[in-house]
């Protein structure tokens, strides 16, 4: 019985860990496209700024090695990372600040 209560204590902190990550998702996706509207209305500004917010999303995600054990969640991460790095060089370019540019 001690054992099966540690178990399910294990399983509910992994899903609260989860549903945090989960949330943090959510919130980037939001950004990413509330700064694709923004970049497409011609400002670019907020489209950075949106876009700058979602990448420390994705770096934290990274950092914390939230989907190591996940390659398939790992390799999408990954790959929003460097979507949203190619983003904000591309409004930094539309800017006119192209060594913030070359940074990304």
């Known amino acids: 019985f001690e054992?099966?209560?540690i178990m399910a204590s294990e399983v509910t902190e992994a899903e609260a860990e989860a549903s945090k990550e989960g949330d943090k998702e959510s919130h980037w996706q939001k950004d990413e496209q509330n700064g694709?509207?923004?970049y497409d209305r011609g400002d670019f500004?907020?489209?950075a700024k949106l876009w700058s917010a979602s990448l420390r999303s994705v770096k934290y995600l990274l950092e914390k090695g939230c989907y190591k054990h996940h390659a398939a969640h790992q390799?999408?991460?990954e790959q929003?990372?460097?979507k949203f790095n190619l983003n904000l060089?591309?409004?930094?370019?539309?800017?006119g600040d192209f060594r913030?540019?070359?940074s990304y």
Request: charged fraction near 40%; proline fraction near 0%.
């Open 36 to 38: 694709k509207d923004a």
């Open 45 to 47: 500004e907020e489209a």
């Open 89 to 95: 060089a591309q409004a930094k370019l539309k800017l």
């Open 80 to 82: 929003m990372d460097l």
């Open 75 to 77: 390799k999408e991460v």
């Open 100 to 102: 913030q540019a070359i």
């Open 3 to 5: 054992q099966s209560r």
